[in-house]
């Protein structure tokens, strides 16, 4: 059965704390993002990934970070240094890399500040 | 998730009917759309794309209707079922760039 998978669905997270979401995918993918959005508004891009090992930050990438080691994972660390942290983070993947694809969506995690 | 909808443009109509829901993009130079449907606390599904070698792209139940003359697309859903109830939005892609740029979206809310 392939898709992309998110985990958890929901992450509460203490001021000061780094967390960590999970995005795997089976759909043999070369490329993976990840998104935030917040209600009312459009996704906004945080970090994409073209191929392993290799990452470019997007719109909002400040207080984030990510890692590319494998081609199915491709997990977003928020750390304490974004002070706004509360979303819905989306990841997607698509197939081909620097092409007009179709991106997938994970079923989402849904971030809380305690 | 439950709040994506918050303030959102809503159109709202009885089940049967038949649904359009409308996308301005801002990109003369985009190439690739694509129409998404999320749920309330899920992530976006794929209903479907275009080229804008096309101006109109039938599916199940759906239509897509693309005008690069006003830079204008369009979603028609036909006979309206309560399982349609979400956020509709828009992606465009090109003009070099192979990363979407999203629309806010549309909250369709089918009434039984």
């Known amino acids: 059965d392939g898709g992309i998978t998110q985990s958890p669905k929901y992450l509460f997270r203490k001021e000061g704390q780094n967390v960590t979401l999970s995005c795997e995918q089976n759909?043999?993918?070369?490329?993976m993002y990840w998104y935030r959005q917040d209600p009312g508004q459009g996704l906004r891009l945080i970090y994409y990934s073209q191929i392993v090992n290799d990452f470019q930050k997007g719109d909002i990438a400040e207080g984030y970070s990510v890692s590319r080691e494998k081609k199915e994972s491709f997990p977003l660390t928020v750390t304490s240094a974004q002070k706004n942290p509360t979303a819905f983070y989306l990841c997607?993947?698509?197939?081909?890399?620097?092409?007009?694809?179709?991106?997938?969506f994970g079923p989402g995690t849904r971030l809380l500040v305690l | 998730g439950e709040s994506v909808g918050l303030h959102l443009p809503t159109l709202s109509v009885q089940e049967g009917d038949n649904s359009i829901i409308n996308c301005a993009y801002s990109?003369?130079?985009?190439?690739?759309f694509i129409w998404y449907k999320q749920e309330s606390g899920k992530g976006p599904q794929f209903i479907i794309d275009i080229r804008s070698n096309m101006d109109k792209r039938q599916g199940q139940r759906v239509t897509v209707l693309l005008n690069k003359t006003v830079k204008h697309l369009s979603l028609q859903i036909a006979a309206t079922q309560p399982g349609d109830s979400a956020v509709y939005f828009c992606a465009e892609m090109g003009g070099g760039s192979y990363i979407p740029t999203f629309g806010r979206g549309t909250s369709l809310i089918v009434h039984p």
């Open positions: 759909l043999n993918h070369d490329a």
């Open positions: 997607a993947s698509s197939a081909v890399t620097g092409t007009q694809e179709t991106q997938y």
């Open positions: 990109n003369s130079a985009s190439d690739y």
